[in-house]
C-alpha cells in the first residue's frame, strides 16, 4: 500500500516569511496528491490539489511542486499570515483504489 | 449550509456501550467516506461507498464497526462494545465520482468526537 511521509512536524515562521513542507510517497503508481489545512475542532479542508501530469501550480500565496521522479511533493506558502496557522497534511491514493494516506501532519505557527 | 454535516459533534460513553454517527454528505456527492483521526495524526481511511455500495473496507474496521448508507445519501457509523481505544475523531467525506476520474476533491465533516471512559 501507499506510505507518505510528511516533514517537518512542526514549522515556525515570522509573518511574511515563506513555508516549506515537503511530503515523499512509496507508489510510483499515485498520479494524484492532495494539501489539506486543519484548523481545530474542524474537519480537514483541501486547500490545493496537483495530478501528474503537470509538475507545479499554484493559487495566490499557495503553490505545489511534483517531482515525480524522486516520488516527492511540497507544499509552499508565501508571505505567511498569522491566519495560516494551523495543522497542514499530504496524502496520496493507494495503489489501484480511489481512498487517500494521509501524511502525520507539519504543525504551522505563523508569529505576528 | 451545503457543506458535510455529522451528528453528533461529541459523544462520551462508557466502555462495552454502543454508539451511532451519522453524516450527511454534500447533496449531489455519489461517494462518502469515513476516517478516523486521533491526536497528533492524519486522517486513517475506515471505509467508502459508492451510492449504496461499500467498496472498501480497512483493516482498521474490526468486527465492532459497521457502516451502512442505504439510501445512497446520509450514512451511519455504528461501533459496538466500545473500547477506549476507539476513543478517537471520526470524520466524514463526500465526493463526486465524475468523468475526472476518481479522484476528486473530497470535503470533509466537522467530525465527531467520541471519548470512551
Known amino acids: 500500500g501507499e506510505n507518505v511521509e510528511q516533514h517537518p512536524s512542526t514549522l515556525s515562521v515570522q509573518e511574511g516569511d515563506s513555508a516549506v513542507i515537503k511530503c515523499t510517497y512509496s507508489d510510483s503508481a499515485s498520479n494524484y496528491f492532495p494539501w489539506y489545512k486543519q484548523e481545530l475542532g474542524k474537519g480537514p479542508q483541501l486547500i490545493i490539489d496537483?495530478?501528474?501530469?503537470?509538475g507545479e501550480k499554484k493559487d495566490q500565496r499557495i503553490a505545489v511542486t511534483l517531482n515525480k521522479t524522486a516520488k516527492h511533493f511540497s507544499l509552499h506558502i508565501t508571505e505567511t499570515q498569522p491566519e495560516d496557522s494551523a495543522v497542514y497534511f499530504c496524502?496520496?491514493?493507494?495503489?489501484?483504489?480511489?481512498?487517500?494516506?494521509f501524511g502525520k501532519g507539519t504543525m504551522l505557527l505563523v508569529s505576528p | 449550509d451545503t457543506g458535510v454535516s455529522q451528528d453528533p459533534r461529541h459523544k462520551i460513553t462508557k466502555r462495552g456501550q454502543n454508539v451511532t454517527f451519522r453524516c450527511d454528505p454534500i447533496?449531489?456527492?455519489?461517494?462518502l467516506y469515513w476516517y478516523r483521526q486521533t491526536l497528533g495524526q492524519g486522517p486513517e481511511f475506515l471505509t467508502y461507498?459508492?451510492?449504496?455500495?461499500?467498496?472498501?473496507k480497512s483493516r482498521l474496521l474490526s468486527d465492532r464497526f459497521s457502516a451502512e448508507r442505504p439510501k445512497g445519501s446520509f450514512s451511519t457509523l455504528e461501533i459496538q462494545r466500545t473500547e477506549q481505544g476507539d476513543s478517537a475523531m471520526y470524520l466524514c467525506a463526500s465526493s463526486f465520482l465524475g468523468a475526472g476520474g476518481p479522484y476528486n476533491e473530497q470535503f470533509f465533516g466537522p467530525g465527531t468526537r467520541l471519548t470512551v471512559l
Open positions: 461507498f459508492q451510492n449504496e455500495a461499500q467498496l472498501e
Open positions: 447533496s449531489e456527492h455519489n461517494r
Open positions: 496537483i495530478r501528474s501530469n503537470v
Open positions: 496524502a496520496a491514493p493507494k495503489s489501484g483504489y480511489s481512498t487517500l494516506t
